[in-house]
């Protein structure tokens, strides 16, 4: 009977035979344009943080200045588990759609602080604490949006493709990265000369966030809702979004926390440090590093539906195997190879080949955390751990990184990253498939 009832209360599955699948792609394209924009808004802020490092802080030495705003990076983090805490709560309580509107126009007002912040030269002091308090608002919009947007994605998916389609949500997350790395392009080699992005133009990419941020809110206001999340609406409201009931499930918090400490700490040092690492430790200059970066990230972004279409078929675990042994291997040589490239091909080689790597884990990240939980707490259950384990682990790497170069050891941050990947390997060899032990299979998705 339950999928009776959830084709008759949801409006995607109300919708005659032949438009549920439209609906459906519509629905994906929608939150995944939604979620491209509002990770936009967080990246950015590590995109130009070489170029306005400098209009926030007393001036000094690069690597000082680099060091605070990493600081300010790595206090955003902190709002998310607040983050996914609340708007996992929202999105279990009300509705997946309420939250994701709300956690983007939170995330547009942080941009636009940004932009409008005075610089250190101006108002002194000041400047820094507003930079922290946008960065903090950002922090707790960006926090909920991961688990929403997992749940979301895999709920709208069939359970035949809902690897592929889950993979969607870290193909716009890195598009997100793409595109604040492509605006920097466009303003460095066509509109703008260094000199003054150093001075002002670095306020351009938050104005833009801003801006597409009122395209992501008329999308997000247009979604339909998942039709599992409709179904369990007669459940008593009490039992959804409830920290009681995600005590039911500590073996699927701590997956989600173990897969995470690795993941996280991988894909954050292949995206938003490496351009710093290319720079600061690899010495090659802004304009090549960034050419580099977008080129290797364009690569990523294509292989998460790849790997996503994989994990349909031959399942999770064997990616996430691979993702942990591989990176647990492969990162101290890798790192240590891309500190001394002379050549940005020779850095793109090597970035592209973690990427691989890394698409085991980022890939089939909102998937196989979304099959671990109900639909009463999923959102709650993918987005409030792992928001507390990326803010520990994913939040601190630019700061750990510069903090080992500070003192001389570099290499400590490798064998770190080495280190916390192995974590998520050995989680990956002790659990079970989670494509046949999937909670969304009593969600009376279609198979199609």
Sequence with gaps: MLPVMVLLASPVAAAAPEQISRRRLRAIFSGSVGNLVEWYDWYVFSAFSLYFSASFFPSGDTTAQLLQTAGIFALGFLMRPIGGWMFGRIADKVGRKQSMTLSVLLMSLGSLLIALTPTYQTVGIVAPILLLTARLLQGLSVGG???VSATYLSEMATRRRRGFYSSFLYFTLIGAQLLALGIQLVLLKVLLTEAELLAWGWRIPFVVGALLSVVALYLRHNLDETAPF????QESEELRGS???LRRYPRSVLKVI???VGGTLAFY?????????????AHMTRSAATNTCFLALLGFAAMQPLFGELADRIGRRPLLIGFGLLGAVGSVPLLTALSHVTRPATALGLLLLASVVVSGYTSISAVVKSELF????RALGIGLPHALTVAVFGGTAEYIALWCKGIGHEAYFYWYVAGCIAISLLV???MTETQHTSFHDFDGQPAA
């Design 269 to 281: 040092t292949l995206t938003t440090y490496m351009q710093k690492f290319l720079v600061n430790t």
């Design 428 to 430: 990956s060899l002790l």
């Design 374 to 377: 109900p639909v009463q707490v």
């Design 145 to 147: 949006e991961y688990g």
């Design 258 to 260: 173990g897969l995470t």
């Design 243 to 245: 920290l009681q009931v």
């Design 230 to 233: 409709v179904a369990q609406q």
